[in-house]
């Protein structure tokens, strides 16, 4: 399974941007949650977003929460995350993940797939 996580750029704050995650060799369909994390300079990888297969549940860091939406497109095999009202803030390397079962989701080791990331950059 390889995931590949594309969409990433140079914004304005309050921009949106959408970043998309393109999975090869699995179908999105079976995979038990995808979410996507970030990483800014020199902080550790943190959550932002997960979506529960089965029961179709979102959840999302409270600091994106009502700005960022996550989604999937089975047909596509591709996962998205919707940004909107970008802050300076949000400025991190984004990383799509997806895990084969579902339960907790916090944790980079509650996924077994990656993505290499991709870099958004929201200036003031």
């Known amino acids: 399974v390889q995931l590949q996580a594309y969409g990433g750029g140079l914004v304005q704050a309050g921009d949106s941007l959408r970043l998309a995650c393109a999975v090869s060799?699995?179908?999105?369909?079976?995979?038990?949650?995808v979410g996507w994390f970030r990483q800014a300079p020199g902080k550790e990888r943190e959550f932002v977003a997960t979506?529960?297969?089965?029961?179709?549940?979102?959840y999302y860091s409270e600091a994106v929460k009502g700005r960022f939406t996550i989604s999937r497109d089975n047909a596509k095999n591709t996962v998205y995350l919707q940004m909107s009202s970008l802050k300076p803030e949000d400025t991190a390397v984004y990383y799509c993940a997806a895990g084969r079962y579902s339960g907790a989701y916090l944790y980079m080791s509650d996924y077994n797939y990656w993505g290499q990331g991709t870099q958004v950059t929201v200036s003031s």
């Open positions: 060799g699995g179908l999105v369909s079976t995979f038990g949650k």
């Open positions: 979506n529960r297969l089965r029961s179709d549940s979102t």
